[in-house]
T-cell receptor, first 115, second 114 residues
Framework: AQTVTQSQPEMSVQEAETVTLSCTYDTSESDYYLFWYKQPPSRQMILVIRQEAYKQQNATENRFSVNFQKAAKSFSLKISDSQLGDAAMYFCAYILPGTASKLTFGTGTRLQVTL | DAGVIQSPRHEVTEMGQEVTLRCKPISGHNSLFWYRQTMMRGLELLIY????????DSGMPEDRFSAKMPNASFSTLKIQPSEPRDSAVYFCASSFLDSNQPQHFGDGTRLSIL
């Protein structure tokens, strides 16, 4: 079965500091896409960043970057210069290519940002 | 551009009643997904459509749940009869058919069955 594991149910970071959220996944496929979604208390699901498995370069979006280790099937999210607005649930997900666009989500990590 | 639009945002009803959740995907998107989110189970995919055709409904919990997509701009998720254990947040998401494209989520419907 295809699975996504987020081993940290909760994390805390001080404002302006850096935090890394971990994610591992299990698939026998070699081509797939990975995503991090953010869900703030308003409960919107917001796309943070995405990575194509065939690209070795780690994706970056402003203060958000990933550490993609394909051999280890690891896809961690690094948030630099954390802000109060970063407090949210963060979900890791992946999808296999093809017309059946079925996202598989992890269980999420709740991130607290403290002053 | 308008995002995925879901209605209602909140729904409270008594068990046994029929509940209909509505979704308008982003214009041009040809894949639509219904998810359910609970504390116990997290995010679960219930059903998804490609080009208005249901592709996989294996996540639909019971026959009490049904979903339709009569056209490219509208979908419904119906629960009849509703039960307290159906209480959850229900999300609709849409995307282009190419799985390279991310899914865009609506704001969700918080459903409470008393």
């Amino acid at each position: 079965a295809q699975t996504v594991t987020q081993s940290q149910p909760e994390m805390s970071v001080q404002e302006a500091e850096t935090v890394t959220l971990s994610c591992t996944y299990d698939t026998s496929e070699s081509d797939y896409y990975l995503f991090w979604y953010k869900q703030p208390p308003s409960r919107q699901m917001i796309l943070v960043i995405r990575q194509e498995a065939y690209k070795q370069q780690n994706a970056t979006e402003n203060r958000f970057s990933v550490n993609f280790q394909k051999a280890a099937k690891s896809f961690s999210l690094k948030i630099s210069d954390s802000q109060l607005g970063d407090a949210a649930m963060y979900f890791c997900a992946y999808i296999l290519p093809g017309t059946a666009s079925k996202l598989t989500f992890g269980t999420g990590t709740r991130l607290q940002v403290t002053l | 551009d308008a995002g995925v639009i879901q209605s209602p945002r909140h729904e409270v009803t008594e068990m046994g009643q029929e509940v209909t959740l509505r979704c308008k995907p982003i214009s041009g998107h040809n894949s639509l997904f219904w998810y359910r989110q609970t504390m116990m189970r997290g995010l679960e995919l219930l059903i998804y459509f490609n080009n208005n055709v249901p592709i996989d409904d294996s996540g639909m919990p019971e026959d009490r749940f049904s979903a339709k997509m009569p056209n490219a701009s509208f979908s419904t998720l119906k629960i009849q009869p509703s039960e307290p254990r159906d209480s959850a947040v229900y999300f609709c998401a849409s995307s282009f058919l190419d799985s390279n494209q991310p899914q865009h989520f609506g704001d969700g419907t918080r459903l409470s069955i008393l």
